[in-house]
């Protein structure tokens, strides 16, 4: 198989990321880009494989869908992002090839703050404004069989991870390597996907 359809997809996936990601984020005095670069150069600093820092960039990719894609959650103060934007990530990524454990470590991003919101209140308590009104959309807190039904998932730790890097990802002025910079790697997982 040549590299031309995952050059393309990779293509195709960075300029959506560039293009959609001047956008505001929900309330966060980041951009939607600079919060997917800050989130990948955490996942990447904490000595991650290339499938959960490739989730890490990609987490929020619904949120740069068009607009139809997935209905906004309003509040009166505005929107707090779109309804179901993991699931509807997961999905797109599947579609583009990429791997199974990108797919679900983008997709358990919501999931895994309402886990974190049950079993730890400091974690509820640090959460920004925007992060805790999306939260009630989201169906607040796991019940305690969400929590042990979500602990027995396999990749748990990193879907714990990921979700803290998200909410880490939010620093204003912090220099990080640019959307580029995940090129090559974005080009290797596909290669090894369609091989």
Known sequence: MTTDAPQ?????????????????????????????????????SAGSDEETILAALLHDIGQFLPEDAAEAMMTEQG????????????????????????????????VAKRYLTAIDKSYYDGLSDASRM???????????????DFERDPIFPAKV?????DDQAKVVGLV????????????????????
């Open 8 to 44: 393309h997809t990779v293509d195709h996936l960075f300029h959506l990321l560039i293009s959609q990601g001047d956008a505001d984020y929900i309330g966060e005095k980041v951009s939607q880009l600079q919060h997917c670069l800050q989130a990948a150069h955490l996942a990447q």
């Open 79 to 110: 929107s707090v992002g779109r309804q179901g934007h993991e699931q509807l990530g997961a999905t797109y990524l599947a579609e583009l090839g990429f791997s199974r454990k990108v797919c679900d470590l983008v997709g358990a991003h919501v």
């Open 134 to 148: 999306s939260l009630r959309f989201q169906g607040g807190p796991f019940t305690s069989p969400e929590v042990e």
């Open 161 to 165: 991870a990921l979700r803290k890097w």
């Open 176 to 195: 990080v390597p640019e959307v580029d910079a995940y090129r090559p790697m974005a080009l290797r997982h596909l290669l090894l996907q369609s091989s």
